[in-house]
Nanobody, 126 residues
Framework: VQLQASGGGLVQAGGSLSLSCAAS????????MGWFRQAPGKEREFVAA????????YFAGSLKGRFTISRDNAKNALYLQMNSLKPEDTAVYYC????????????????????WGQGTQVTVSS
C-alpha cells in the first residue's frame, strides 16, 4: 500500500491542524494504522494508532486529550486532528500501515509497521 500524508503547515501555539493520510494500492481496511513524528535531532516517536475497524485507538501519553485519530475505510483515509498545539509538537509527521488480521489490535512500535508515508511538516510557533 502507498501512503501520502498531507495537511501540515505553520500554526501558532494553541491552534489546530488536521492531518490526512491517503492510502492507495491496497485494501485499506486490512491495515492497522499509526501516526509517528520526528523532530530535528530526535528519534521518531509514536503519536497515535487506530485499529482496522476504527474501534480501538491508542495515544502517546502526553498527547491524549489533545490529539484524535480516526479513519474512513470507505475513503481509504486516515486522519489526525491536533488541537492546543505546542511548539514541542513541531516535527515531521508520518503515517504508517501494518497488515493485520485482527480487527481490533493497535501498534505503537515503529518497527511493527510495514509501510510508511513520506511525512508532512508541522511547525508550531510560540
Amino acid at each position: 500500500v502507498q501512503l501520502q500524508a498531507s495537511g501540515g503547515g505553520l500554526v501558532q501555539a494553541g491552534g489546530s491542524l488536521s492531518l490526512s493520510c491517503a492510502a492507495s494500492g491496497g485494501t485499506f481496511a486490512s491495515y492497522s494504522m499509526g501516526w509517528f513524528r520526528q523532530a530535528p535531532g530526535k528519534e521518531r516517536e509514536f503519536v497515535a494508532a487506530i485499529s482496522r475497524n476504527g474501534v480501538s485507538t491508542y495515544f502517546a501519553g502526553s498527547l491524549k486529550g489533545r490529539f484524535t485519530i480516526s479513519r474512513d475505510n470507505a475513503k481509504n483515509a486516515l486522519y489526525l486532528q491536533m488541537n492546543s498545539l505546542k511548539p514541542e509538537d513541531t516535527a515531521v509527521y508520518y503515517c504508517a500501515a501494518k497488515y493485520v488480521t485482527s480487527r481490533t489490535d493497535v501498534y505503537s512500535k515503529s518497527r511493527s509497521y510495514d509501510f510508511w508515508g513520506q511525512g508532512t511538516q508541522v511547525t508550531v510557533s510560540s
